[in-house]
């Protein structure tokens, strides 16, 4: 008989999870990354949901899971972040049930939108559950580059960027909230709108909440006495030099400043030994072409969805 509850603390086959979600990194990314998440997944996800603003739910058959869902509380948005089912158990709905029940519990803790934009890692049907809620969909690309792994392929070269330092916080939040205003994919960044939200992202990243990061993975473009652009990039998993967001302010658009930025933050990952270079984005923003151009290659196509409270 299978039952759907909250959990705290990890159920007994954690490891079937980690083990199948490994082997999706390891498809979309490669072995590296693969092994890695496979020998530190257990303990990080078993910390985490033990962690007060993690809302998680796990669906039994007996003593062991056959779906888990993972969602974090941030401020005054729920972001699900992680719904797996195991392949033994695909193909029942399962995985609706979850995010009926985690959207349950995010509005029973009051937040007022909802995000959800996780490359998924096991084959998920979300589409039963979405009907139901009427949320927005995006349709979303994770797109992925091999980076050659001789360090002498990148030498340290000229760069038009530059890393950011502590004073651009306030310049950098300024260009992330100019950059996504009335942006597609303004709902799957509801804290990017103001400059306070966007202030505490660029704090976060630098402090290595997104992945570690090295300074020259969070870029600027000097111009005009401001900046023309920012870019955030952090080692999401090992090898694996993701880029959060690459933004130039709309009046800099058009001039090269986005490829560049894009470009140094390439060399820098590759110089410091990523074997990846990788991104997801919304398959209707035309940034798509301009990173198939860089070299990135879209490798898997999934949906994200959004939610805001009317008023
Ligand atoms: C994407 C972005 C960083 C590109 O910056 P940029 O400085 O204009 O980039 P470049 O001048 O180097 O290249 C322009 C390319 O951007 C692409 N592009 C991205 N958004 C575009 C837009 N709204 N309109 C026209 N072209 C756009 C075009 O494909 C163009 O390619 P082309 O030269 O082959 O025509 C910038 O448009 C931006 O900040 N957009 C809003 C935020 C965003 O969508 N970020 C990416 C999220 S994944």
């Known amino acids: 008989m299978e039952s759907i509850q909250q959990i705290q603390t990890a159920p007994p086959n954690l490891a079937d999870f980690v083990s199948e979600s490994a082997d ?56 699900v972040s992680f719904i797996h089912v195991l392949a033994s158990h695909s193909e029942k709905g399962i995985e609706s049930d979850l995010l009926l029940r985690s959207v349950e519990g995010l509005r029973k803790r009051g937040v007022r939108h909802i995000v959800s934009d996780f490359v998924p890692l096991c084959p998920l049907d979300l589409k039963p559950a979405l009907a139901t809620l009427g949320f927005d969909q995006l349709d979303r690309a994770a797109m992925v580059e091999v980076l050659p792994e001789d360090q002498e392929a990148a030498p340290r070269g000229f760069r038009i960027s530059r890393p950011a330092q502590a004073e651009d916080a306030e310049n950098m939040a300024q260009a992330l909230a100019d950059g996504y205003a009335g942006h597609l994919d303004t709902p799957l960044h509801p804290d990017l709108g103001t400059r306070d939200g966007a202030l505490a992202f660029v704090q976060n ?37 993701f880029i959060l967001h690459v933004v130039v302010r709309p009046a800099y658009t058009g001039r090269g400043f986005g490829s560049a930025l894009m470009s140094d933050a390439r060399a820098e990952f590759a110089r410091h030994g990523m074997n990846r270079f990788a991104l997801t984005v919304s398959t209707d923003n035309p940034a798509l072409h301009l990173y198939e151009r860089l070299g990135l290659v879209v490798q898997k196509r999934y949906t994200a969805f959004t939610w805001s409270a009317v008023g």
């Open 24 to 79: 999706g990194i390891g498809e979309l990314f490669g072995a590296r990354a693969s092994g890695d998440y496979r020998n530190q997944a257990s303990a990080q996800l078993e910390a985490s949901l033990a962690a007060a603003e993690i809302e998680a739910l796990a669906v039994f058959d007996g003593a062991n899971a056959i779906g888990i869902s993972i969602s974090a509380i941030s401020g005054e948005t729920g972001v």
């Open 205 to 241: 990243v630098s402090a290595g909440a997104q992945g570690a990061i090295r300074p020259e993975y969070i870029r600027v473009i000097d111009i005009d006495g401001g900046i023309a652009g920012v870019l955030f990039g952090a080692e999401t998993l090992a090898g694996v030099g």
